[in-house]
C-alpha cells in the first residue's frame, strides 16, 4: 500500500508536492476503503483529476521513474531525459530531483527517500516509519553509506561495510544494489526492494497487459472471473477462450523472430514469452509446457440470435473493449492480492458507462486487498456512492506553472453534495480555463 508520494523539481513538479492516502477526519463513507497499514491507515482507492497540462500525468510518471530506476540499479541504465527538472525556474534547472515515497509491506511501513540527476545519486536513505520515531535502516550521502548494523542479516560480515563505499559506485541505487547482490544480509532491505520489484504496478497509456493468454488458460479463478463479468459489459462478447496451437520446427520454419521466442521459452519452462504483432496485431504468448511449445491467443466467442457461435480474434475488438480485457488482470489482482496498482488514463478508449460499472465493483468489493490509483478525466466517476472525498484529487497549475495537488476532502462537501456537477462547474478546480470563445471571433 502507497501512504504516501512525494516530488521535487521533476517535469511540472518545483518544490515539493505531496499525494498520499491517508484517510481524512471529514470524510466517514465507505469504511471498507480503509486498509490497516500497521500503525497507519491508508485508503485503497485514488482518483486525480485535472485539465490538460496540469501535471496529474506527471505524477505517475514520476512514479514510474522511481520503479524503473530501482528495477535497472544504475542511472546509467536508465534513459533520463534533459527535461527532468522543473525548467520555469532557473535556479531549479542545476538542482537535484527528488522523490520520496512512504509504503507498507510485510508488517513494515517503509519510507525510503533519494535525490539525484541524470548521473549521481547524492542522497538515499530508507527508514522503518515508526508511530513515534522513525528508524534508520541506512543512509548514503554521496559515497558514503550509513548502515544501521541492528538490522543485519544471521552470518553479515561487518568487514563488508567498509567496501561498501568502494563497491557502489555514485550512479547507482544501493537500495537495488543490495537487494539485487545481497538479499540476505539486510532482509528489511531486500523486503522494500522487492516491494517496489513485485508489489508495485505502474500502467502508462502505451503499457499492455501482454500476459493474459496464459493468465487466462493456467487460472481457472481469473477465467471464471473475466467470463462472467464480461457479458455484463454489453460488448457483444458472450465470454473468452484461449486457442492453443502446438508449434515445430515445421510451422515455424523460416521465422526467426518465432524461432527466437521458442528458444527462450524451452530455456524458461512456463514462462510464456509474449509474441506480438502476430496474426493482426493479436497479443500471444509462446509457453513451453509438458514438453511441448504451445502459441496461446485469446479468442472472443460472440453468440449471434439463432445461437450460432462465431470465433473472433481480439484484434478485431474495439479499442475499448481490448482496454477493458487488459484491465482484467489488474482488477483481479487487486481483489486477490495486496498489490497496488497506478494507472495513467484509467477511462482511455471505453464508454463512461462501462468503466464506472467497472470502478464500482471494485469500490463495492468487501475483500479487495490491493489498491487503485488513477488519473482520468471521466466526470462520471466522480460519485460518492464509488468514492470517499479524501480518494479523489485535482491537479492544478499555480502562477510559476507549477502543479499542487489537494484533495476533495480539503473542502466542505456534504454527503449528498453531487460533486460530478460542482466539478464540471469549477468548484474545486482542477479543469481548464477556456476563453470566451465570442472574444476569438469563433
Not at 541504465?77 to 535556479?91: A, G, P, S, T
Not at 478485431?316 to 497506478?342: C, N, W
Request: aromatic share 12%; proline share 4%; hydrophobic share 40%.
Amino acid at each position: 500500500m502507497i501512504l504516501r508520494f512525494i516530488v521535487e523539481n521533476i517535469a511540472s513538479f518545483k518544490e515539493a508536492v505531496e499525494f498520499n492516502t491517508f484517510p481524512s477526519s471529514k470524510s466517514h463513507s465507505h469504511e471498507n476503503h480503509k486498509m490497516p497499514c500497521g500503525h497507519a491507515v491508508a485508503l485503497r482507492m485514488g482518483a486525480i483529476y485535472g485539465a490538460n497540462g496540469a501535471g496529474k500525468s506527471n505524477l505517475l510518471v514520476a512514479l514510474d521513474l522511481l520503479k524503473g530506476l530501482v528495477e535497472t540499479e544504475s542511472l546509467v541504465n536508465f534513459i533520463i531525459y534533459d527535461d527532468l527538472v522543473f525548467k520555469f525556474d532557473r535556479e531549479y534547472v542545476d538542482k537535484p530531483s527528488g522523490m520520496a515515497i512512504e509504503f507498507y509491506h510485510n508488517d513494515n511501513v517503509f519510507y525510503y527517500h533519494i535525490e539525484f540527476n541524470r548521473k549521481q545519486v547524492f542522497l538515499e536513505e530508507l527508514y522503518l516509519s515508526k508511530r513515534t520515531k522513525d528508524v534508520k535502516l541506512f543512509v548514503r550521502e554521496n559515497s558514503s553509506i550509513d548502515i544501521n548494523g541492528d538490522y543485519f542479516g544471521k552470518g553479515f560480515n561487518p568487514q563488508f561495510v567498509d567496501v561498501l563505499d568502494r563497491l557502489v559506485r555514485p550512479d547507482m541505487l544501493f537500495l537495488s544494489f543490495m537487494g539485487k547482490y545481497y538479499p540476505g544480509e539486510m532482509p528489511l532491505v531486500n523486503d522494500a526492494y522487492h516491494w517496489f520489484m513485485d508489489r508495485l504496478q505502474v500502467v502508462l497509456p502505451d503499457s499492455y497487459a501482454r500476459m493474459v493468454p496464459h493468465m487466462f488458460d493456467t487460472d481457472s479463478r481469473f477465467s471464471e472471473l473475466v467470463n462472467s463479468v464480461m457479458p455484463e459489459f454489453k460488448t457483444g462478447i458472450s465470454r473468452l477462450e484461449v486457442r492453443k496451437e502446438i508449434l515445430n520446427e515445421e510451422n515455424t520454419k523460416g521465422n526467426d523472430k518465432m524461432l527466437r521466442l521458442i528458444k527462450q521459452a524451452k530455456l524458461h519452462p512456463g514462462e510464456p514469452q509474449v509474441m506480438e504483432a502476430y496474426q493482426g496485431g493479436e497479443i500471444s504468448n509462446i509457453v513451453f509446457e509438458d514438453n511441448i511449445v504451445y502459441m496461446k491467443t485469446l479468442v472472443a466467442i460472440h453468440k449471434m440470435g439463432d445461437g450460432l457461435e462465431v470465433d473472433m480474434s481480439v484484434a478485431h475488438e474495439s479499442d475499448g473493449t481490448r482496454r477493458l480485457i487488459e484491465y482484467m488482470p489488474l482488477f483481479y489482482a487487486i481483489t486477490q492480492e495486496d498489490k497496488v496498482y497506478v494507472v495513467d488514463e484509467m477511462e482511455r478508449s471505453i464508454h463512461p458507462i462501462l468503466i464506472k460499472n467497472l470502478v464500482t465493483k471494485l469500490s463495492q468489493s468487501a475483500t479487495a486487498r490491493g489498491q487503485l490509483i488513477f488519473t482520468t478525466h471521466e466526470s462520471a466517476l466522480l460519485d460518492q456512492n464509488i468514492f470517499r472525498p479524501d480518494e479523489i484529487w485535482f491537479a492544478q497549475k499555480d502562477a510559476e506553472q507549477a502543479t499542487q495537488l489537494y484533495p476533495l476532502s480539503d473542502f466542505n462537501i456534504h454527503k449528498t453534495a453531487n460533486i460530478e456537477n460542482g466539478y464540471l462547474n469549477g468548484r474545486y478546480g482542477g479543469v481548464p480555463f477556456l476563453s470566451n470563445l465570442k472574444d476569438l471571433h469563433w
